[in-house]
């Protein structure tokens, strides 16, 4: 089945401890995404990749870290997480590139930062 | 550059239409529509392309207009299964950088 999976789907951890939020999608799309989601403001972009190795900065980018090095796996790094940085977290892949084509969105994942 | 939608809510008896509005203050390349349902994932309705290509997969339509950087979405005859969240989204002119705006809530009673 097609899918982009995440984990964790819920998290709660404490002000300061690295987490790592993975991210994988089984469709072989170039383009991945990772979203917040947070009341009263919608899905806001944190990162983007075009491929293996070129990623970039959405809209949100402060205090979250990720890389690609395989096409498949998009992960979501916090080196020292806030509570700022508690929300919804979605990841989304896209075949070709993101601007003109569908997303294809992971389940999501629940942080609270305590 | 986060598109603005309008309305913020509406309610809806089954059976009744809607428009939902979205626009943006920078130039639109295209417009992606979706839905989500409460505690899931969003999920995908349709884009329109400048140009006017159309790319969708359910029997729902929406329009673009590229001068007024403008896209409206319309329901028709609604069904108790649109209930939930609907999100225009833009790409910026790279094509790279993605913006969802902040959201309509739907709500369809018997």
């Known amino acids: 089945e097609a899918q982009v999976t995440q984990n964790p789907r819920y998290l709660i951890t404490v002000t300061g401890k690295k987490l790592t939020v993975t991210c994988s999608q089984n469709?072989?799309?170039?383009?991945m995404s990772w979203y917040r989601q947070d009341p009263g403001l919608g899905l806001r972009q944190i990162y983007y990749?075009?491929?293996?190795?070129?990623?970039d900065k959405g809209d949100v980018p402060e205090g979250y870290k990720v890389s690609r090095k395989e096409k498949r796996n998009f992960p979501l790094i916090l080196e020292s997480p806030s509570p700022n940085q508690t929300s919804l977290y979605f990841c989304?892949?896209?075949?070709?590139?993101?601007?003109?084509?569908?997303?294809?969105f992971g389940p999501g994942t629940r942080l609270t930062v305590l | 550059q986060q598109p603005v939608q309008s309305p913020q809510a509406v309610i809806l008896r089954e059976g009744e239409d809607a428009v939902i509005n979205c626009s943006s203050s920078?130039?639109?390349?295209?417009v992606h529509w979706y839905r989500q349902k409460h505690g899931e994932a969003p999920v995908f309705l349709m884009i329109?392309?400048?140009?006017?290509e159309q790319k969708g997969h359910e029997k729902i339509s929406a329009s673009f207009n590229e001068k007024k950087q403008q896209s409206s979405l319309y329901l028709t005859a609604s069904q108790l299964s649109y209930s939930g969240t609907y999100f225009c989204?833009?790409?910026?002119?790279?094509?790279?950088?993605?913006?969802f705006g902040t959201g309509t809530s739907l709500t369809v009673i018997p």
């Open positions: 989304a892949s896209s075949p070709g590139q993101g601007a003109t084509n569908e997303q294809f």
């Open positions: 469709m072989n799309h170039e383009y």
């Open positions: 990749s075009m491929n293996v190795e070129v990623t």
């Open positions: 920078k130039a639109l390349y295209s």
């Open positions: 329109l392309l400048k140009g006017g």
């Open positions: 989204g833009t790409a910026s002119n790279t094509g790279n950088q993605f913006y």
